[in-house]
């Protein structure tokens, strides 16, 4: 058995030990999520990760005179 399989097999027995010892000591106990707390913490980390990346990447696009390369793909003028 490889070095790799013996590791995820002692882990998973570990956790499943830690588990069942808890799961007699307190007993079953439902999982809560915040749904409100987790859809904010989503469009604080989109509202910093969007412009983060779009904004060095246009950067990125305009040549030295501050036009787009893309103008004449796109058939912008200017």
């Given amino acids: 058995m490889?070095?790799?399989e013996l590791g995820a097999l002692a882990s998973a027995l570990s956790i499943a030990g830690s588990w069942a010892a808890l799961h007699r000591l307190v007993g079953a106990t439902p999982a809560v999520v915040p749904w409100t707390v987790l859809g904010e913490l989503?469009?604080?980390c989109a509202?910093?990760?969007l412009p983060?990346?779009?904004l060095?990447?246009?950067l990125a696009?305009?040549?030295r005179d501050g036009r787009s390369i893309l103008a004449g793909i796109s058939?912008?003028?200017g």
């Fill in 2 to 4: 490889p070095l790799r």
């Fill in 56 to 58: 060095p990447a246009a």
């Fill in 47 to 49: 509202a910093v990760a």
């Fill in 75 to 77: 058939g912008e003028s």
């Fill in 42 to 44: 989503l469009a604080a």
């Fill in 61 to 63: 696009l305009r040549g």
């Fill in 52 to 54: 983060a990346a779009v």
